[in-house]
């Protein structure tokens, strides 16, 4: 059984455990890695009909990755939700060392004087009930607005 597997078991089973999560940190296995896992564990309770995440990093590089997190883990947070019959709840994020690089900085500069928009709305194909199932084309996007793409952001490793 791996872990998105247990997560679903124990969700149906038994929904208010305070056990419920994963964590994708092997220590025997960091040596073998450039780059330690930044986003590294999610753990789930359930409040009413409502499932909640809480998603822990170890470091985040707020430009090339900050809004990346954040979609994929609320996508995760729906899917499972979506199939163990509850309600998508809220996801807290909790990234222990956030951080902009001095090449940046213009960029970010930049970015903040652009108009921002409503936030598009995200659903998922209702007629998925087995997590395995799901493809992009069960999420549906609507009323996404964007500025220009920054593209060519150096990523540092």
């Excluded at 089973?13 to 040596?31: A, F, G, K, Q």
């Excluded at 896992?37 to 990093?57: E, H, R």
């Excluded at 956030?98 to 194909?125: C, F, G, M, Q, S």
């Amino acid at each position: 059984m791996d872990q998105v597997d247990r997560v679903l078991f124990d969700l149906k089973e038994n929904p208010y455990s305070r056990r419920i999560m994963t964590n994708i940190y092997v220590h025997e296995d960091l040596h073998e890695m450039n780059l330690y896992p930044c986003a590294y564990s999610m753990t789930f309770n359930v409040t009413g009909n409502k499932l909640n995440a809480i998603l822990n990093q170890r470091s985040q590089d707020v430009l090339a990755a900050g809004n990346w997190n954040v979609v994929q883990y609320a996508a995760l947070l729906m899917m499972i939700s979506q199939v163990s019959g509850f309600e998508p709840g809220e996801l807290v994020h909790v990234i222990a060392d956030a951080h902009i690089y001095d090449r940046h900085i213009p960029i970010i500069e930049e970015l903040i004087t652009r108009p921002t928009y409503p936030a598009p709305k995200v659903t998922l194909n209702p007629d998925i009930h087995d997590f395995y199932d799901f493809t992009v084309d069960d999420f549906t996007i609507e009323d996404y607005q964007t500025g220009p793409q920054v593209k060519n952001i150096p990523v540092a490793i």
